[in-house]
């Protein structure tokens, strides 16, 4: 796997400001991903960030960059547990809800909602989108946005200059493990 695709569609997570990042890209076959995300969880899990391969299709492999302690954080917030609850996920571990996640993308062959929650979306936008089936947003960019609107569109547009800053960075030749910020 090439940096720029991680680049590309993680920078947000890269530099801490976002839970998780999740992107396809394509691959041969299982192996070559698998060892994919060997190096780069070699170069990252140092600076507090993880990649899995959350699903595989034919030529493709889902991959989840995520930071673990604002991951943890995140689903410790009681309408994060409650929505995850819900929908039948173990509370009692980071790890299982990852691995209840990554069985629904398989059997399911589409996003579950709920998904938000392990990219860092706010909770009562993540509620919104299930109650309202994806309609009646106040705004949309990253995410639909259901609660508040000025702190999202914030957020989107540091997503989006951050995104902008590391793409620049990494063609004036700076490394992918230089850009990542190290993180506890």
């Not at 991959?63 to 604002?70: D, E, F, S, T, V």
Request: charged share 25%.
């Amino acid at each position: 796997m090439s940096e720029d695709s991680l680049i590309r569609f993680a920078s947000p997570t890269l530099a801490g400001l976002k839970t998780g990042s999740l992107f396809g890209y394509p691959c041969k076959c299982a192996e070559e991903a698998c060892r994919d995300v060997r190096e780069i969880n070699h170069l990252l899990s140092p600076k507090g960030i993880i990649a899995l391969p959350l699903a595989f299709q034919q030529d493709r492999v889902l991959l989840y960059i995520y930071r673990p302690a604002l991951l943890r954080r995140d689903l410790g917030d009681p309408r994060a547990r409650s929505l995850l609850a819900d929908r039948g996920y173990p509370l009692n571990s980071m790890n299982r809800c990852i691995c209840t996640l990554s069985g629904r993308l398989k059997a399911e062959g589409t996003f579950p909602h709920e998904i938000g929650l392990f990219l860092g979306y706010p909770p009562e936008d993540v509620e919104g989108f299930v109650n309202n089936k994806a309609a009646n947003f106040k705004c949309s960019g990253t995410w639909k946005v259901y609660g508040n609107e000025e702190k999202a569109k914030a957020a989107f547009n540091k997503y989006r200059k951050c995104t902008e800053c590391y793409v620049k960075q990494h063609e004036r030749g700076t490394s992918l493990s230089k850009l990542a910020v190290s993180f506890s």
